[in-house]
């Protein structure tokens, strides 16, 4: 039976500590479970009330389970993946200024909210490569400059491609179209689709074994975090789409680009010392990217769906 | 060494673009990276300059059917397919081994002209073409 809003209730109210107990699955259905889709200011006064406190978490088990528990093939296979969201919350966080110069100003107040929990995220990350990993570094940027190494050269293609949207967007920042492909990139892609899937592979990892705790509390906690970007995100190219039907050229413009950049694989994703392959991640977006292309009413074309099926997706999130 | 960005920096660039990677670095990333890049530059047949701001600088390489076939310089940003230009520090940077996917990334690149998602779905032509011309010695202006 599906689920509803009220099977969520726990998801939807706990504090920083009782999120550390749920299941990452349950985040991820918490993500696609609402009545309709929640205005910003909705979004926005959630917010309020989940916000945690980054520095409330304490590694030092993690420490401990990082130098004495793991394999050196975990260690090596968490940090490659890792270093995809430690770079992606940056990326996400700095690239979602210029959106919130315009849309209506119930968005810029919803927007402004989740610039603040991007940086929260890449300052978790900053932590979590510092004190558990023992990543050197005084700024944040000498800590992303080291963990760059683990990222692979076709990171830039995703986040290079947000970054040149965004610098786009800053000179139009009205043009409906502009919106709507940086959205489909930023909420659906890059969230709804990226991150959703790769956080399951760290966070199954993490409880599985029982190893990570304020990793699993501190992520968990941020994937409930993106239940609201991405609704916001999904709301947003579903009125987009309803005031304007051309925009469905925009996001299959952006999806077409993202499908061609996926043919470029530099390395073998590392995630089954975790316990994940590619083909199971590969299943895994494909899901998620029909099920969000399925709430905004936007149709795959027949070579895209098939194009779809060869793809190799980068390993990373925001 | 050729001065940075001038006629025969661009004519050592453009050989350098056309004969990367050697055996060594094309080891460091599988096939299918490498078969990408080259399907992706033989559907492109159109320009490129790449510039540096600060010293009013441009490079423009012409493909046709995967090759490079001339490196054009100027003192103002061509009329080509896409212009990318960083100021000198970036190109420093890139020449001393910085990464030119890093460095777009991080917009120290910016595309001055040119579609955004027609770069992108050739990005790793770009970024490796960078890489490329960093191999190339250079006289940087102080
Ligand atoms: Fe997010
Ligand atoms: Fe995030």
Redesign the interface.
Known sequence: MAKTVEDFQIVEDTDLEGIGKVHIDEVIEYVHTFKKLPAPLDLYARYLKQRWNVYDLDFTQDAVDWHEKMTEDERQAFIDISSGFHHGERQVEVDLVPFMMAGTEDEKIFVSSQIEDEARHTVFFDRFYKEVVGVPGETIMDVLDHSYQWLTETFVGPFGLLAYLADDLRQNPDDPHRRVKYSTLYHLWIEGVLALVVMKVTLGFGRDRGFLPAYYTGFTATCRDEARHVQFGMKFLYDSLKRDPSHQKDVLQVLQTIFNMGGAVSKVANTEPLGFDILQLRELMVGQLYRKLGIIGVELPKEMSQQLQSLEPVIAGG | MAEFFSEAWAAEAKDAINNFPDDTYRET??F??WD??TAAKKTFNGSWAVGVRDLNRYVTFTFSDGVVTTAELSDEPPDASFVLAGDLATWRDVMDGY?A??A????RF??DKGD??R???R??VF?ESLVAMSKVPADLPA
């Open positions: 990333k599988l299918m990276y990408w890049i990464d996917g890093k777009v990334m991080y917009r910016r595309l955004v998602f770069f992108f779905n990005i790793y970024t």
